[in-house]
């Protein structure tokens, strides 16, 4: 065992204890009952860089939660390698269906499970270990470093853009590395190399100025019910492609050499149908494969829809107002603002005769694609494998991490998404967790990216 493995291993159990801290803590961005968390968990991360040897830690205060900005910058002739993650994390519910409570992390069959455990507390911890391993070890870096964790990238990082184009300079860097991401599988690990784009907007749809007794009215006036089904039902084609008009303009097709990659990976469509309890994969657009419609093709959900009586028994009623909230998936090189708006129009043009709508826009984050034979992806890959042993797959992921297309624009470098999660650790459901073979694993990894820069 070399010197740097045989180092991270003595120091696991000590390193497990020390995310666990940071696991308790529960530092969900969407709530604003959390707020007091959110501060507890950015200054738990600025103190633990501080403690590892970074310099010039600053926790930011923004409208909405802190960024954490640190670095080490003594190779002057070497390259600058940037860190981002994130320390929020999704709500917890449902609460019942956790096997062990959220924010007690525990450990079970070398797994650890908490809420962030993957996404992203865990997977960013990696970043901080490898860079105390090298410090430690070594007693410098072999490249500069700086950090930037946010607080809200599960809302969408809606203060995170700002910040870039303040930090221009103070953000300046040969690469980003990011660690929010998973692998292909036990053992393989992956390079993610495209992330969708979203987009978000609802409406509410009024017939009458008040709910009707359906008796007096029934078969004489609009059902608002009825008209928001109507007009969801426009939507979407019987082949399942989007049927807004000049959705699919922008798509950037797949090649076919990608094509043929995505098929080479060999997807097992029958293992996810038995995970899932489904009888087929028809969603989305039929005439394409399952492992290309979740990854490179855009999509359109309805993601909630209300109206009417949900109580309990019955309610002869005939509602005046329903409401949806939708939000789509975007693929490069679309663009969510552009989107939003065929969107919006859609819906006003075909909304039925016989009632009114109104649509509001909410956020947007844009698709992100980069060359996989760049130099800085090569080094990761070599990285990956020194300690795994076996070359990474390159894959599309359909999840969004939406300012990583900003880190590309705002400051001109290419990004490397290195993932330590697996397909199954529960990202955003109960019982989420993180395999511990992946952590000091992780920590070799970026270690060895480092060196290798
Ligand atoms: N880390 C995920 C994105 C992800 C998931 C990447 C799985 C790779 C594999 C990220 O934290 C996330 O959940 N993003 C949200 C963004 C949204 C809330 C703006 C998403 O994709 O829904
Ligand atoms: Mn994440
Ligand atoms: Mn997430």
Known sequence: MSQLSEFVSSNHDRNVEELKELLRIPSVSSLSEHKEDIQKAASWIANKLKTIGMEHVEITQTNGHPIIYADWLHQENAPTV?????????????????????????????KIFARGATDDKGQTFLHIKAVETLLKLENKLPVNIKFCIEGEEEIGSPHLPQFLSDNKEKLACDVVVISDSDMWDRGVPAITYSLRGLCALEFSLKTANTDLHSGMFGGGVQNANHLLVQLLSTLHDENGKVNVAQFYDDVLELTEFEKEQIKALGFDEEKLKKSLGLSDLTGGENDFPYSEKISSRPTLEINGLWGGFQGEGTKTVIPNEAHAKITCR????????????????????????????KVTLQDTGNPFLTPIDSPMIQKAARAYEQVYGKSPVYKREGGSIPIVSDFNQALHAPVVLMGFGLPDENLHAPNEHFNLENFDKGILTICSFLELM
Do not use: M, S
């Not at 993650?85 to 070398?110: A, N």
């Not at 969510?336 to 969107?343: A, D, M, R, V």
């Open 330 to 357: 975007l693929v490069n090189n679309q663009n969510p603002e552009k989107i939003q708006g065929l969107i919006k129009k859609h819906i006003e043009e075909h909304a039925p005769e016989g009632c009114t709508v």
């Open 82 to 110: 940037l860190v981002y993650g994130h320390y929020d994390v999704q709500p917890v519910d449902p609460i019942d269906l956790w096997e062990t409570p959220p924010f007690e992390p525990d450990i079970r069959d070398e």
